[in-house]
């Protein structure tokens, strides 16, 4: 089944084609004609332009900051969007489930700009993003979020768990709606490993840097989540600290609720500069 999101409300549909959370260098172009220039949009540009700096660094509490204030402030509309268009009023259907579709705004080796598209009940599985900060703005809609962190363990010959399950640590459980704050992941903390529910239509803003890339060894993980108890598998948790808090996390194959509808993006368009040429 296939999906149409209109990022501009006009009455053709948009090219689609089948992608998945896998990234390629190349930057998607925008539609050779003229579209207006969104100035949050070309801010949060900019400051990524700044505050990304590579593979193997994690932007600054300052810079964090300053990307959060930017994205706390974004609208729908700053990216093209409006509640009114058709997809946002589809209401979901008992037993069936749409795929998610996802476009790019922008791209580069340090950084990307995508949104995500769910329609209600789709679902995004539990997945990781490897030496990646991630910030998330929730657009439109009402989604339920599930994110947890891997715990490592400071013994070299942990034979307590067997080597195919990871103890995680629950990071977050539950429905947020937009507006609603940025979220910020890290590398190691801040619920690096999430999945999402929708539970109406919604649009996800992330900001990835840097982004996947399988030849760097930045290529999405998938997992399922286990009780911590249900396993026969002892091992200390911290004190005061209770189970439930605590779950095994399996890797599993690629699921098929990963599987994306690819659009090509008609929103508001970025002024691409290079970085010797950024005002400071």
Sequence with gaps: ?????????????????????KTSSKTKRFPPYAAAISFPLQSLYMSCMDVFKGVGTVPSPTDVQKLCSI???MMAEDVGLS??????????VVGVTSKVACTTIYQSEKFSLCIFFL????????????GMTVFSKLLLGKV???????ITSNNSDDSTSPSQFKLASLKADGVFTAPCDTSVLYP?????????????PCAILDVM???YSKKDGRDCSYYRDIPFDTLPYEREVM???????????????????????GIEYMGPQIIEMSSSKMIR
Aim: aromatic share 8%.
């Design 119 to 130: 329609p209600a009940n789709a679902v995004i599985p539990l997945h990781n993003h490897p």
């Design 71 to 73: 994205l706390d402030g």
């Design 144 to 150: 339920h979020i599930k994110a947890y962190d891997l």
């Design 209 to 211: 840097g840097p982004p």
């Design 239 to 261: 004190t005061g600290e209770k189970s439930e808090q605590y779950r095994w996390l399996e890797e599993i194959e690629v699921p098929k609720e990963s599987e994306m509808e």
């Design 83 to 92: 509640r009114n268009l058709q997809f946002f009023k589809t209401r979901s």
């Design 1 to 21: 089944m296939t999906i149409e999101v209109r990022l501009a409300d006009v009455s053709r549909s948009i090219r689609k084609k089948k992608c998945y959370r």
């Design 188 to 200: 190691t903390s801040g619920g690096n490993i999430h999945a999402f529910t929708a539970i109406t």
